[in-house]
């Protein structure tokens, strides 16, 4: 996939906390997966939009259940990023 360099400001210590983290060179790649998993969270949002117009509205206990599916997807993508970041820096 081609790369385009964009410039991009954080606040300053939350820069700093993911330099902290993944350490400088990973940086890049951990800005791209977080705006990969908001444009995913976006286009969701927006589907779900589309189909209570066209359904009917989602009914709250359909909504907790997904929230919840939602958070413990998300852990796993947590500790999969842990687990890669962790490998990266014991092959450094």
Partial sequence: M????????????LA????????SGAFSAYV??????QRERDRLGELMERMERECAPVADADLAAAEAERRETE???????ADATRHRSAAD
């Fill in 16 to 23: 700093e906390e993911i330099r902290s983290e993944v350490g």
């Fill in 2 to 13: 081609a790369t385009k360099k964009c410039t991009v400001t954080l606040p300053e210590e």
């Fill in 75 to 81: 852990q796993w993508f947590d500790g999969q990023e």
């Fill in 32 to 37: 791209t997966r977080a705006v990969e998993r």
